[in-house]
């Protein structure tokens, strides 16, 4: 079983930063590719930064130049270093990871952290 964990959720003033952080652990082979989902009230889930896995990165237009994805894979841990953050920004932020373990390859989701920005 795989497990994503995140931390480093708030409350921020607009403007301020945050930096989000999430870790696999489990029995792991491979982390494929990794990233950041969010979900505002009486919203959709939208991707907001991903790393498929070839170095690359994604990211939504709405946050392009003030987000930064990276990874650390000997940790198994992806960060989201949020700046100039907006509070049209306040969502639940998700960890997601597509993951080799021994047996079988699989998506997972982390519970998800509440980045709130005041205005």
């Known amino acids: 079983q795989v497990q994503l964990v995140e931390s480093g959720g708030g409350l921020v003033q607009a403007g301020g930063s945050l930096r989000l952080s999430c870790a696999a652990s489990?029995?792991?082979?491979?982390?494929?590719?990794m990233g950041w989902y969010r979900q505002a009230p009486g919203k959709q889930r939208e991707m907001v930064a991903a790393?498929?896995?070839?170095?690359?990165?994604n990211y939504a237009d709405s946050v392009k130049g003030r987000f930064t994805i990276s990874r650390d894979n000997a940790q198994n841990t992806v960060y989201l270093q949020m700046n100039s953050l907006k509070p049209e920004d306040t969502a639940v932020y998700y960890c997601?990871?597509?993951?080799?373990?021994?047996?079988?390859?699989?998506?997972?989701w982390g519970q998800g952290t509440q980045v709130t920005v005041s205005s």
């Open positions: 790393m498929p896995g070839d170095g690359s990165t």
């Open positions: 997601n990871a597509d993951v080799n373990t021994a047996y079988l390859q699989g998506e997972y």
């Open positions: 489990g029995v792991i082979f491979k982390i494929n590719a």
